[in-house]
Structures are given as structure tokens and as C-alpha cells.
């Protein structure tokens, strides 16, 4: 029997504290400014991903949860693809070159890449981020990529711009660059988790539908009609990146949740100046905003800062130090979700400094609560999606 060669990983989510919203070059996604984020635990949120290769695969084949896409029909597939191909030949050409013999010649074969998410796709929740970032690292793995994280992060990129933050673990950023080609538009890492490993966040999931408004259209909008836009980028965002860049260094919470909500308000903002307006937000995710500043008022300091991507989910950071008021107050108004059965001992938490018609709109229209924290960049695994004989496994 012809042989099946496959590698398989996992990749987090990462979601952004200085977003990323619009592009200078739409068909090579290079951003128009940069952006921070951290990366979340796989525990909680993951895409794991096998890539196979053989010579008996006719076609190339993308699979994601359980329903096959059309490459043909994804221009930034069929890129990856070719120029990771490319450098799989590059690899093979120097092996013969130094006379290794019965080098696997990957770069000719075709391929089946299967992918499965633990969370709901297209749905504000970074799935794209995650999704790219393991499809990258698992062609890496099995055409055996000498290239660095950085590297490949020029790579995910091209499928997905925030996937290129998540090839890190702990704190990244998004360096914009300036070259057209785009060859130094990529992430590095501000930090690892072991850093500060004590920031945790809890994820309101409002709504698992798919977005009225994709990010990619969305984006370009507003790059295009948007007069607030271009002060964020111009003046906004540059100290910005450098104090939240600071703040993370120095673990300095306060500074690094007051500044993600600016953020994140000031990126809404833009999306609401776009024309016609887009909304994220809904009054769900507007009550999930009071939750976390009455939460705020209550402690008499800043323990707890909200973000929204594009989307209306909630993305609640805290340290581990103030979980109980924190989570004690998500308890009260949550009480029946199962991601209590983690953190048997929090307790309920109500005040009367909680606007509880507010309180209750997180009660009504909140689906899911995810807790986590801080996690690593892409892990080899052993969970195979496709089996010795080229089947899938799902």
C-alpha cells in the first residue's frame, strides 16, 4: 500500500487588545496598522488540524467540521498552498543536493487537510486566526519547514491576517511593516505565558451565528468611508501600541485593561462611523460593558477589562487574584452554565451598585460562558483527523 504521510497540530485563538481593522494591500493582507493580543489556552479553545500527503490523492482537499470547502474558491488557499508547496521543493532540492537518497518528493503530492474547531466558526471568536495558523503549522510539520515562527507568520498571514499571532503563545503583536511586498509584515512575541501567567478571561459568548457583516468586507468599508478611522490609525493607535507593548512587559493590569477597552470602544466606534454603519454590538454585548464597569466601581479600581472583535461576544480579562468578584458576579447572573462545574468554589456575587436591568440582559442573552486564561502557540498532536488509509476520522 502507497504510504500516507501526515502530521497533526493544534493552534490557539488569540484575541486582540490593539485591534486590527482594515488593509493597505487587500490581496497580500497587510494591515494598515499594527496589533497586540494574547493567546489563549488550547485547553479551552483550539483548532486541531492533520495534514496528509500521498501519491494516490487525486485532488487536494479541505476539510473544516465535518464539511468540505472549495479550494478553488479561496484565492488565499490556493496561495498558501502553492507557497508552501514551493518551499517543500526548496527543501527536497537541497536533500538531493547533498546526496541524501529516497528523498519523499511531498512537494508533487496532493493533499488532504482536515480541521476541527471546539467552538463555534465565524462567530467573533477568532476561528479564521486559529483555523490558518494550524493549517500553516501542520503543512510546516509535514513538509519539515526549517522556518521560524516568524517566519511562517508572514505565511498565515495571507490566509488570515490575525493568524499570524496565533503561531505565538503568551502576548503578541502584528509588526504593520512597510515593504509592499509585505516580507516584514508579521508577529513576534511581546512576551511568553510564562510571563504573566495569572491573566485569565472569561468569554461571553451572545451569539453563535454567523456575523451579518463578514470582517473582510467590513473592514475595507471602512477603510474606504471612515474620517474616525483614519485618526485612529494616524494618531491613535502608534502610543497606543507602545504603551499597551509597556504595560504587558511590566504587568501592569490597570494600564493594560484600560487600555484594551479604549480600544476596543474606539474600534466599534470606527465601525459605527463606517458608511453604512456596521454593529458588532448589540444590547447584550452593551450590558456585558456596564457589567464590567459597575464591576469596576465596586473594587474602587480597574480588575476587569472587556473587548469585542468583530462581533458580539464579550472577552472579560482579569487576574487570577480578583477571580472570585469577578466570576462571582458572571455566577450570580449565569448561575445554570456549565463551566461551573471547573470552579466549584466561586460564589455568587450581587451588589446594589449593579444597574440589574443591565444584570439581567447578561442573564437573557448569554448562550455560553468559556473560562480561561493565558496559553501557548502551536502544539504537535497526537489526535489524528485522517487515518493510515487516507480516510477522514471525524
Given at each position: 500500500?502507497d504510504?500516507?504521510?501526515?502530521?497533526?497540530?493544534?493552534a490557539?485563538?488569540?484575541?486582540?487588545?490593539?485591534?486590527?481593522?482594515?488593509?493597505?494591500?487587500?490581496?497580500?493582507?497587510?494591515?494598515?496598522?499594527?496589533?497586540?493580543?494574547?493567546?489563549?489556552s488550547?485547553?479551552?479553545l483550539?483548532?486541531?488540524?492533520?495534514a496528509?500527503?500521498?501519491?494516490?490523492?487525486?485532488?487536494?482537499?479541505?476539510?473544516?467540521?465535518?464539511?468540505?470547502?472549495?479550494?478553488?474558491?479561496?484565492?488565499?488557499?490556493t496561495?498558501?498552498?502553492?507557497?508552501?508547496?514551493a518551499?517543500?521543493?526548496?527543501?527536497?532540492?537541497?536533500?538531493?543536493?547533498?546526496?541524501e537518497?529516497?528523498?519523499?518528493?511531498?512537494?508533487?503530492?496532493?493533499l488532504?487537510?482536515?480541521?476541527?474547531?471546539?467552538?463555534?466558526?465565524a462567530a467573533?471568536?477568532?476561528?479564521?486566526?486559529a483555523?490558518?495558523?494550524a493549517?500553516?503549522?501542520?503543512?510546516?510539520?509535514?513538509y519539515?519547514?526549517?522556518?521560524?515562527?516568524?517566519?511562517l507568520s508572514?505565511?498565515?498571514?495571507?490566509?488570515?491576517g490575525s493568524?499570524?499571532?496565533?503561531l505565538?503563545?503568551?502576548?503578541?503583536?502584528?509588526?504593520?511593516?512597510?515593504?509592499?511586498d509585505?516580507?516584514?509584515?508579521?508577529?513576534?512575541q511581546?512576551?511568553?505565558?510564562?510571563h504573566?501567567?495569572?491573566?485569565?478571561?472569561?468569554i461571553?459568548?451572545?451569539?453563535?451565528?454567523?456575523?451579518e457583516?463578514?470582517?473582510?468586507?467590513?473592514?475595507?468599508l471602512?477603510?474606504?468611508?471612515?474620517?474616525?478611522?483614519?485618526?485612529?490609525?494616524?494618531?491613535?493607535v502608534?502610543?497606543?501600541?507602545?504603551?499597551?507593548?509597556?504595560?504587558?512587559?511590566d504587568?501592569?493590569?490597570?494600564?493594560?485593561a484600560?487600555?484594551?477597552?479604549?480600544?476596543?470602544?474606539?474600534?466599534?466606534?470606527c465601525?459605527?462611523?463606517?458608511?453604512?454603519?456596521?454593529?458588532?454590538?448589540?444590547?447584550?454585548?452593551?450590558?456585558?460593558?456596564?457589567?464590567?464597569?459597575?464591576?469596576?466601581?465596586?473594587?474602587?479600581?480597574?480588575?476587569?477589562g472587556?473587548?469585542?472583535?468583530?462581533?458580539?461576544?464579550?472577552?472579560v480579562?482579569?487576574?487570577?487574584?480578583?477571580?472570585?468578584?469577578?466570576?462571582?458576579?458572571?455566577?450570580?447572573?449565569?448561575?445554570?452554565?456549565?463551566?461551573w462545574?471547573?470552579?466549584?468554589?466561586?460564589?455568587?456575587?450581587?451588589?446594589?451598585d449593579?444597574?440589574q436591568?443591565?444584570?439581567?440582559?447578561?442573564?437573557?442573552?448569554?448562550?455560553?460562558?468559556?473560562?480561561?486564561?493565558?496559553?501557548?502557540?502551536?502544539?504537535?498532536s497526537s489526535?489524528?483527523?485522517i487515518?493510515?488509509?487516507?480516510?477522514?476520522?471525524?
Amino acid at each position: 500500500m502507497d504510504a500516507i504521510y501526515s502530521a497533526s497540530v493544534t493552534a490557539p485563538v488569540n484575541i486582540a487588545t490593539l485591534k486590527y481593522w482594515g488593509k493597505r494591500d487587500a490581496g497580500l493582507n497587510l494591515p494598515t496598522n499594527s496589533s497586540i493580543s494574547v493567546t489563549l489556552s488550547q485547553n479551552d479553545l483550539r483548532t486541531v488540524t492533520t495534514a496528509a500527503a500521498s501519491m494516490t490523492f487525486s485532488e487536494d482537499q479541505v476539510w473544516l467540521n465535518g464539511r468540505q470547502e472549495d479550494i478553488n474558491a479561496s484565492k488565499r488557499m490556493t496561495t498558501l498552498l502553492r507557497e508552501m508547496r514551493a518551499l517543500r521543493k526548496q527543501v527536497e532540492d537541497v536533500k538531493q543536493a547533498e546526496g541524501e537518497k529516497n528523498v519523499v518528493p511531498l512537494s508533487g503530492y496532493k493533499l488532504k487537510i482536515v480541521s476541527e474547531n471546539n467552538f463555534p466558526t465565524a462567530a467573533g471568536l477568532a476561528s479564521s486566526a486559529a483555523g490558518f495558523a494550524a493549517f500553516v503549522q501542520a503543512l510546516a510539520d509535514l513538509y519539515e519547514l526549517p522556518h521560524t515562527a516568524d517566519e511562517l507568520s508572514v505565511l498565515a498571514r495571507q490566509g488570515s491576517g490575525s493568524a499570524c499571532r496565533s503561531l505565538f503563545g503568551g502576548y503578541a503583536i502584528w509588526n504593520m511593516g512597510s515593504k509592499a511586498d509585505g516580507s516584514d509584515s508579521m508577529a513576534s512575541q511581546i512576551a511568553p505565558e510564562s510571563h504573566w501567567p495569572d491573566m485569565k478571561a472569561a468569554i461571553m459568548v451572545v451569539s453563535a451565528d454567523k456575523k451579518e457583516t463578514p470582517s473582510t468586507s467590513g473592514m475595507q468599508l471602512t477603510v474606504q468611508t471612515s474620517d474616525l478611522f483614519k485618526y485612529r490609525v494616524q494618531h491613535v493607535v502608534p502610543q497606543r501600541e507602545k504603551d499597551m507593548t509597556q504595560a504587558i512587559l511590566d504587568r501592569d493590569f490597570e494600564t493594560f485593561a484600560k487600555l484594551t477597552m479604549q480600544d476596543s470602544n474606539n474600534f466599534h466606534a470606527c465601525c459605527l462611523d463606517t458608511n453604512p454603519p456596521i454593529f458588532y454590538l448589540n444590547d447584550t454585548s452593551r450590558a456585558c460593558i456596564r457589567l464590567v464597569e459597575d464591576l469596576n466601581k465596586i473594587a474602587g479600581k480597574t480588575i476587569a477589562g472587556y473587548t469585542f472583535d468583530a462581533g458580539p461576544n464579550a472577552v472579560v480579562y482579569y487576574l487570577q487574584e480578583n477571580e472570585q468578584l469577578v466570576l462571582g458576579a458572571l455566577k450570580h447572573a449565569l448561575p445554570k452554565d456549565e463551566a461551573w462545574e471547573t470552579k466549584p468554589d466561586i460564589q455568587p456575587f450581587n451588589s446594589p451598585d449593579f444597574d440589574q436591568k443591565y444584570l439581567e440582559k447578561v442573564t437573557n442573552g448569554i448562550s455560553k460562558l468559556i473560562l480561561t486564561g493565558v496559553g501557548p502557540g502551536p502544539q504537535k498532536s497526537s489526535i489524528k483527523l485522517i487515518d493510515k488509509n487516507g480516510d477522514l476520522l471525524m
